[in-house]
């Protein structure tokens, strides 16, 4: 646990702001554990406390995957505000080219060398959670809605690393396992 501070997340769109500490984190599962290789989409996790009590759990899901300006892998062009253009000039070194990136539709950016090029980034999308203890924060965690409607339950290794973390520095989380009630 680290002293208390002034905490500002914030993406394009809006901005958080808290006084707490940081709890554990950031953690990435950007390096697969089994080959050390890189992924192409990824996630960042990091947890804080507020003066209050409160857990400010600040998830970043990451994307290194590039496109072609057409959309041509993106028919109905339903993740187009996720996007957004750049110049081939401007991509990171890490910058992934769709086909190459294990995606299922598949379209060919221009090559590297095209340096005034302009291609479609994915937009890396912030999601910050305000969770009243600990116990949320696990539930929280561990819980995925699926497009078909239905939840599951999971704590990722990005989830249990950061709470591995958290407990090395020192969080207490005592009190009751959390329970889910299903109806
Ligand atoms: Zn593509």
Redesign the pocket.
């Known amino acids: 646990m680290t002293d208390t501070q002034d905490y500002m997340i914030k993406d394009d769109w809006q901005a958080f702001e808290f006084t707490g500490m940081l709890v554990a984190g950031p953690v990435s599962n950007r390096v697969m554990s089994r080959s050390g290789q890189p992924r192409a989409r990824y996630a960042t996790a990091t947890l804080y406390q507020t003066l209050g009590g409160k857990y400010v759990l600040e998830r970043w899901n990451m994307s290194d995957?590039?496109?072609?300006e057409s959309?041509?892998?993106?028919p109905v062009g339903k993740s187009s505000r996720l996007w957004i253009p750049c110049r081939v000039a401007d991509l990171s070194p890490d910058a992934i080219?769709?086909?190459r990136a294990a995606?299922r539709?598949?379209?060919?950016?221009p090559d590297r060398r095209d340096r005034y090029a302009t291609v479609?980034c994915e937009r890396d999308r912030l999601q910050v959670m305000e969770l009243p203890t600990w116990q949320k924060v696990v539930q929280q965690m561990a819980t995925a809605r699926h497009r078909d409607g239905f939840t599951s339950s999971v704590v990722t290794d990005l989830m249990e690393e950061l709470l591995a973390e958290a407990e090395r520095n020192g969080a207490v989380f005592d009190g009751p396992r959390p329970v889910t009630k299903i109806a």
């Open positions: 995957v590039y496109h072609d959309r041509s892998c993106d080219p769709c086909n995606t539709q598949v379209c060919r950016p479609l």
